[in-house]
């Protein structure tokens, strides 16, 4: 491959780059300022003034005026078509009424046709709770099928129309009032996604760039029937081996993605089938695949009723005989299995499933198998030992407690006094779970240090994790949960992949979860590295995110 040239096209590799007078977040040395990249891979890290003593002509040379260089984030739990979608179509996450959604599909239906897309809506956040029906969407559409997301993506407001086309009503979930959830939800979703190839290529590629420009160097894409066709997740898979042009060669120049395909399957026989079907490789049988639904939407299955609605206590969509039948022939197959599941007993059925698949396959295999539990909002003590007696890596998105957590917040509201019991990461961390971190976009947006912010931050204090914890979790820990194969991943150290982002930061420092304790620290003597100060209301911004050696994004003021 040619040179690319020094105004640092995205998509390109220099021979060797220099990256010198800033801050590099490395076990290496907590103290280097300098980095060198050779091809894909980090060369070396060290100081200033070493990196003057080798910096030469063939090399480019970032001077990053005080920008910090750090491990690029990976996004544990996204759904690429949807974000893509989210991202372009109707934003409803800032109306706070029934009037104001009627008025903004209004504003978007004027001179459209075809399918009215829209999505955010949160009737938690607004002063009279009461949905629009049917026939006012309706009419506010001009008669155009509308499917509006709630923001958990778990429910949905759709039009007369729209109902009448997937045939809603003789599906589970379906409410004339236009809400639909569970089967008929799922129906009237496959439909407004049913695109062209084209589009739902055009969405997912919407996604990465956004995703690129915001420091993540790959994401966990977690497909699934009930969310979309297979072709959605060949498509998402493909970006792996297919890029943009440069020089002749074809390069990779998005984030990359790790697959999963939430698909139920009853032996190894049906599972080889799966797979085979697909026709690309996935990381697992894996993720969406639902045993409940969400808080929000009041389909989470949990022990004692809603709160706010008290005869329903949600809904199990897998029985556990399913689910531990799924989970013996993954792990005979030597891959990862699980769930999607948010309620405590929908934890439960996931818990006890896994307990009859040790019985039948041995827990060796169950723990060798690396098997991924999707969210994980409320667990108890027990439930947190028995994850860690099977060695469940659990994905959680710290976004949800940032959103909802807090007193008079949805979970407050749905749950009460279980609400402080939600998304306990301290927990996890102490009992020895393995976790990782992310978004699970659109329903939060790929923002990873709003994510790290929201562990620091968390409604419980007893449930907040140090940043430099949180980091891992939203860094190295999710290429460990996908079962990346080159230990070194997710680290700056000489002969690791050179996937980073370069970050301008306001300042940098330690910050630990216990307010008791000092916050920051520059003692050299603690040889910890710094991380950016997050309580300064600002957001580090991006100036470039690297893949293996390949720039994803740069920011004009990187190089100017």
């Avoid at 599906?171 to 799922?186: C, E, N, T």
């Avoid at 927990?427 to 020895?432: I, L, N, P, Q, V």
Wanted: proline share 5%; charged share 20%; glycine share 10%.
């Amino acid at each position: 491959m040619t040179d690319a040239p020094s105004s640092g096209t995205a998509g390109t590799r220099r021979a060797a780059t220099l990256y010198r007078n800033g801050s590099v977040y490395t076990a290496a040395d907590p103290f280097a300022t300098a980095m060198v990249v050779d091809g894909d891979t980090v060369a070396w890290v060290g100081s200033e003034q070493a990196a003057t003593s080798i910096a030469d002509s063939s090399m480019e040379v970032i001077d990053l005026r005080g920008a910090l260089v750090a491990p690029g984030f990976v996004d544990s739990h996204v759904h690429l078509t949807d974000t893509g979608i989210a991202l372009e179509s109707l934003e409803l996450g800032s109306v706070r009424s029934a009037r104001e959604l009627l008025d903004a599909v209004a504003g978007a239906a004027a001179g459209g046709s075809g399918p009215l897309l829209g999505h955010g809506w949160d009737e938690s956040l607004w002063t009279d709770p009461t949905l629009p029906g049917q026939a006012e969407l309706e009419r506010a559409a001009g008669g155009r099928p509308v499917y509006l997301s709630r923001v958990d993506v778990h429910s949905a407001l759709i039009s007369p129309s729209l109902a009448a086309a997937v045939r809603a009503e003789e599906f589970d979930g379906y409410s004339d009032d236009g809400l639909v959830k569970r089967q008929a939800h799922a129906a009237a979703r496959l439909a407004a996604r049913d695109l062209p190839e084209e589009t739902l290529r055009a969405f997912q590629k919407r996604a990465l760039e956004e995703a690129a420009a915001n420091g993540y160097v790959a994401v966990a894409e977690m497909g699934a029937p009930q969310i979309g066709s297979m072709l959605d997740l060949q498509l998402a898979a493909g970006w792996n081996a297919t890029g943009d042009t440069a020089a002749g060669d074809t390069i990779k120049t998005r984030p990359e993605i790790l697959p999963y395909w939430g698909q139920l399957v009853a032996s190894v026989a049906e599972a080889e089938t799966v797979l085979a079907e697909l026709g690309v490789p996935v990381r697992g049988l894996a993720g969406d695949l639902n045993i409940d639904g969400s808080i929000g939407s009041r389909t989470a299955a949990l022990r004692a009723p809603y709160a706010d609605a008290p005869g329903e206590r949600g809904a199990t969509y897998l029985s556990t005989d399913e689910a531990a039948a799924h989970l013996a022939a993954c792990s005979l197959l030597g891959i990862q299995g699980g769930f999607h599941v948010i309620g405590d007993a929908g934890l439960d059925a996931a818990l006890d499933a896994l307990d009859l698949a040790a019985a039948e396959v041995g827990e060796q295999r169950i723990r060798a198998a690396g098997h991924r539990f999707e969210h994980v909002e409320l667990a108890d003590a027990d439930a947190i030992e028995r994850l860690a007696k099977y060695s469940i890596t659990v994905s959680v998105q710290p976004g949800f407690d940032a959103a909802w957590g807090g007193p008079g917040r949805l979970y407050e509201q749905r749950l009460g006094s279980r609400a402080a019991d939600m998304n306990p990461f301290a927990s996890f961390y102490s009992a020895g779970v393995p976790i990782c971190f992310g978004s699970d976009s659109p329903v939060t947006p790929l923002r990873p240090w709003a994510a790290v912010r929201a562990c620091l931050e968390h409604s419980n204090p007893a449930q907040r994790i140090s940043a430099r914890a949180a980091f891992l979790g939203h860094t190295r820990a999710g290429w460990r949960a996908a079962r990346q194969a080159n230990p070194m991943a997710g680290q700056l150290v000489p002969g690791a992949p050179a996937s980073f982002a370069v970050w301008d930061v306001e300042e940098l420092m330690v910050q630990v979860a216990d307010g008791r304790v000092q916050s920051w620290s520059t003692d050299p003597r603690a040889r910890t590295p710094l991380l950016p100060a997050l309580d300064t209301g600002t957001d580090p911004r991006c100036l470039q995110t690297v893949r293996d050696g390949l720039e994803l994004y740069s920011a004009e003021a990187l190089r100017s």
